[in-house]
């Protein structure tokens, strides 16, 4: 750079002395000796000029040079503290390096020795042992395999009892801490949205003297039909079947609605929008009447006082409602007579007992709070209308829903059973009825050492009768459970069925 600077002025200056003989020879050619001179004094003002240009950029470009250097030096002299700075570490690490190395060294040594002394005295250890086993085996009088067996298949029979008792514990304690009820939870919400038989129980048939009625029912383009159905929230079909239409809906008490504007509108004759829905506002006061009417009937009739109006009316409306077909005022009469006659028996209040036994299903009709099982919701109700509470209690624990706090609650729920459970009390088609039974006894029959069966109380109980030579007490636990889990899962049923294994050991002999 700095060369390039020095050739650069010499440029210069030549090129001034060229500009200066070229002037001169001009002059000389015949220019005057003024022009000469000024020529002389303008090219040394240009040649100055430019050894000043010269020197200054010689100048900046030299000052400019001198700081990148120091620059390059500063940065040198840093790489080298670095350099220095990584060489102290790496000497650091290498004296730790090999002070963990001796320490390696050392310990592998001490385990080396310590490997020795313990196979010498695992070689003392299995002398001995093999010492004390031929002793054992010479004063037990059997080989250490025999005797391992032996070890072996006591320990699998004390295994077998502790798994059976282990299992029998976890199912006591399931028994007790798990909701009874959950297996019929399904069957419960059917029963507050649809019963079990579509064709008896969300069906009422409406039988007519001739089709030509239904043509005046529909309406034209359907309009009395759609009235119908709005005014009373129920679906009225109708179809092909020869003088009838059928009235469908989940609340029997709809259905008891549209039957009855149904026959007014017919015997009438007048059908048209505005009739019906005057009709249906009429019928709907009628019935709220005789719904009224009959629960006061039916608390007069079973010597009950003071129960709160709405109460009243919820009984009455237990006249439209079913459970697996039996009639749940009928029902609840059933349970609060039979309450009564064990109360009495037991020395205990009839008279709250059979107030218990009527009330007890009294949350299956109540039209809120659908999400609560009936027997909590009726609970709920009676204690809002100021029952009781041991009659509160009562209700709620029918199901075992709640702890059991009085003498009566026990009552309610065996009268509840005896009532679900007489012959005929629930309506079921009677093949399947049978079909249901037999297949119930054929299940239980397909187990080994099974010798027979009787399926009673109408299919609430399986009774499995087995021979005490081919099944032991261990495995009747075992056997009522695998029935118990086959019928579950292969059967469709109401409520729930108890499986009782019995086996029993009969001595028979004859005297002459």
Known sequence: MFVTILITAIVSAAVGILIYAVVKNTILKGKSADILKKAE???EAVKKEKIFQAKEKFLQLKSEHEAYINERNAQAQQMENKLKQREMQLNQQSSELGR???EIENARETLKSQIELANKK?????TLRQQAIEK????????AADARNQLVESMKAEARTQAMSYINDVMDEARLTANKEAKRIVINTIQRTAPETAIENAVTVFNIDNDEIKGRIIGREGRNIRALEAATGVEIVVDDTPEAILLSAFDPVRREVARLALHQLVTDGRIHPARIEEVVEKVKKQLDDEIMETGKRTCIDLGIHGLHAELVRLIGRMKYRSSYGQNLLQHSREVANICATMASELGLNPKAAKRAGLLHDIGKV???????PHA?????????YKEKPDICNAIGAHHEEVEMQTLIAPLVMVADAISGARPGARRE???SYIKRLKDMEGIALSHPGVTKTYAIQAGRELRVIVGAEEVSDAQCEELSADIAKRIQDEMTYPGQVKITVIRETRSVAFAK
């Open 100 to 102: 963990k190395q001796k």
């Open 429 to 431: 088609v009677v093949e």
């Open 136 to 143: 054992l085996e010479e004063v037990a009088g059997m080989s």
């Open 122 to 126: 695992g070689e003392e250890y299995e």
């Open 366 to 372: 109540c039209e809120e709070d659908a999400e609560l």
């Open 376 to 384: 909590l919701l009726g609970m709920k109700m009676a204690e809002q």
């Open 41 to 43: 004094a303008e090219g």
